[in-house]
């Protein structure tokens, strides 16, 4: 068996939340491999909406476990929270949810640290979620974090007082007002909460699962155009979202990946700052915003949007390996009686590219726009074989355009209003 990977395409918020929830049946290990509790993945039905933040989101499907996985940053407090607003749902989360030892912890001056290093920058800032996640990485990589593991540990408190003095240290430096006594807390009941749990060699586990033949998902957050090697650096997240991540985030060989599942919107979206060639500021993308509701899940902020972007989805599809494209929110392109494709950018010295250029950011980029007739109507009960001649034509164009098929569409929040093509 191998592990498959679904992932986003784009700057995130692409709806992995609802498609890992529709797979989840076909699947007996659902595992999370990279980000935090900046991650907010929606799942919607029986006239319920749940917004998962560090939970994998095949947790309401009684048969699949799910993992978190090493590469996951983890906050034992917003985990706390998530997890008791989830038990009036009676989920079994002792058979069913498993945390690897790996995974690196989130502690309270992670996130002042966050809110610090973003006030700081000014009108420079990146549009951080303040979650923690960047500082908590960065002791990852500067081998100091803490990780889950340890709080097993006898001297778990020297070894968290310890982080917290270096943390204080830089503190000084910033005009952040807190209460540590109420911080510090928190994160302890919620220390004591998290052992309750089980905890693993996520990697032994996920290995010895593939061993006997079950089948896996590997879950990314956010999305491939924020990743920290490939994204619109310095306006990234601090992990790598992309199918390599899921072998490093999960301890999965590169020979182990199987299909991999790319998820775009039928438009596009960035939450925060950051370059995006097809932004619309304009009476058009507020229409947009509006129709899609397109504000954060994590942050409530309203998203950017824009016109679909196929260079920064063929980059997508290239680094990630993409077998099946996943189409989302094409009903939000229901009111628009033209929709729009960037099929080139025009970089400020003339230059016409169908690739993203090194240097997105101080780089003038004015996308090329092909144009389509929009199918101008309402999507609801349509089936693949009474779908609107133009949505039918849009789906053929884009799968010509980027060389992989799409295999789903969808065309409303709830788990029902899926079309497998």
């Not at 996520?202 to 957050?221: M, V």
């Not at 509701?293 to 997508?316: A, M, V």
């Amino acid at each position: 068996m191998k592990v498959d990977v679904l992932l986003g395409l784009q700057w995130g918020d692409e709806g992995k939340g609802k498609i890992v929830d529709v797979l989840a049946p076909k699947y007996d290990v659902v595992a999370r491999f990279q980000g935090g509790p900046n991650a907010g993945h929606t799942l919607e039905f029986n006239g319920i909406k749940h917004v998962l933040h560090q939970i994998p989101s095949g947790i309401f499907r009684e048969k699949t476990r799910n993992v978190i996985g090493n590469g996951v940053v983890l906050d034992p407090i917003i985990f706390k929270n998530e997890i008791e607003k989830l038990a009036k749902y009676n989920l079994d989360f002792r058979a069913n949810l498993f945390i690897s030892k790996k995974a690196t912890i989130i502690i309270p001056t992670h996130r002042l640290l966050d809110q610090a290093y973003e006030k700081a920058k000014g009108i420079d800032k990146i549009g951080s979620t303040l979650k923690g996640i960047g500082p908590s990485y960065q002791d990852k990589i500067g081998r100091q974090g803490l990780r889950v593991g340890d709080i097993l540990s006898e001297n778990f408190k020297a070894k968290f007082n310890k982080l917290v003095d270096a943390h204080f240290e830089i503190l000084k430096k910033y005009d952040i007002e807190y209460n540590w006594s109420d911080l510090e807390t928190q994160f302890f009941n919620a220390v004591d909460f998290l052992k309750q749990f089980n905890l693993i060699d996520s990697e032994y586990f996920i290995n010895e699962e593939l061993k006997k033949g079950s089948t896996i998902l590997a879950e990314g957050a956010q999305g491939s155009l924020l990743d920290i090697d490939f994204g619109s650096y310095p306006f990234v997240t601090s992990s790598n979202t992309v199918t390599a991540g899921a072998c490093t985030g999960l301890g999965v060989a590169p020979r182990k990946i199987g299909e991999v599942y790319g998820i775009f919107k039928a438009y596009s979206t960035r939450v925060g700052s950051g370059p995006f060639p097809t932004e619309l500021l304009n009476e058009e993308g507020e229409r947009m915003r509006k129709e899609g509701n397109e504000f954060g899940s994590t942050t409530g902020r309203p998203r950017r949007c824009g016109w679909i972007d196929l260079p920064s989805l063929k980059y997508s599809i290239m680094i990630n390996g993409v077998t099946q494209l996943l189409m989302m929110k094409a009903d939000v392109l229901n009111i628009f009686p033209t929709i729009k494709i960037c099929t080139h950018y025009q970089l400020s010295d003339g230059t016409i590219t169908e690739s993203i250029p090194y240097e997105v950011i101080n780089q003038q980029i004015t996308p090329i726009y092909t144009e389509m007739k929009g199918w101008n109507t309402s999507l609801a009960d349509i089936t693949k074989d009474s779908m609107p001649k133009e949505l039918a034509d849009y789906i053929a164009y884009l799968e010509k355009a980027l060389e992989v098929p799409i295999t789903v569409i969808s065309i409303g929040p709830d788990r029902e209003q899926t079309i497998l093509k």
